[in-house]
């Protein structure tokens, strides 16, 4: 099946600094990837949706200029959570899929961002 | 607004059947997935139902009633790999609306 990965798997770092995390389909191409965040025992919430070459589209109540996606490529976006703050210690989550139907969205392992 | 509910938790003994529900209010519905992820995992994809009626694939089946907003993933000859978190999504307009996920707990 088609493949997703993400890196780093695990990030650690200090307050007020940046961190930048890669999703890269594999094998195929994506006309869209989605980010998502997951805080312990609760569902995954969609952060931003984005397509190549153009400006991702923001969920309510995620700040833009706080976490910017750049979407490279048809098989690469990237995630940086800029000034990162405890609060933001959480599990990121980027989906690719490869065409319109949700079968064919899939899912990276995800990332594991702690902030001291 | 957009929701989905299904159970915080259910229990289960090894070797037996369990059905978690999901209901959902959408707008733009286009089918039911059902996802699984394991701790510290991401989300697998187990199936997705456009049509109303039952799908099976191997042990695990999953039903939708579009008239009813209701579908269902049953999961059968339960094994102790299967403990894990279950979540239906919603196809709204093809974004997925993820309820809150069901934690499977399965006893020897």
């Known amino acids: 099946g088609a493949v997703v990965s993400q890196h780093p798997s695990r990030v650690i770092c200090k307050s007020g600094t940046s961190v930048k995390i890669e999703c890269r389909s594999l094998d195929f191409q994506a006309t869209t990837m989605f980010w998502y965040r997951q805080f312990p025992k609760q569902s995954l919430m969609l952060m931003a949706t984005?397509?190549?070459?153009?400006?991702?589209?923001?969920e309510q109540g995620v700040e833009k200029d706080k976490f910017l996606i750049n979407h490279a490529s048809l098989t690469l976006s990237t995630l940086t959570v800029t000034s990162a703050h405890p609060e933001d210690s959480s599990f990121y989550i980027c989906s690719a899929r490869q065409g319109l139907a949700v079968e064919t969205q899939y899912f990276g392992p995800g990332t594991r961002l702690l902030v001291l | 607004g957009q929701s989905l509910e299904q159970p915080s938790e259910v229990t289960a003994v090894e070797g037996a059947i369990v059905q978690i529900n999901c209901t959902y209010q959408?707008?733009?519905?286009?089918?039911l997935s059902w996802y699984q992820q394991h701790d510290g995992g991401a989300p697998t994809f187990l199936s997705y139902n456009a049509l109303d009626g039952l799908e099976e694939t191997g042990r695990f089946s999953s039903f939708l009633s579009r008239s009813d907003s209701y579908g269902y993933l049953l999961l059968q000859e339960l094994q102790m790999k299967d403990s894990a978190s279950y979540f239906c999504a919603a196809d709204s307009n093809y974004q997925l609306i993820w309820g809150a996920g069901t934690k499977l707990i399965i006893k020897p």
């Open positions: 984005s397509n190549e070459g153009s400006k991702a589209t923001y």
């Open positions: 959408t707008s733009g519905f286009y089918g």
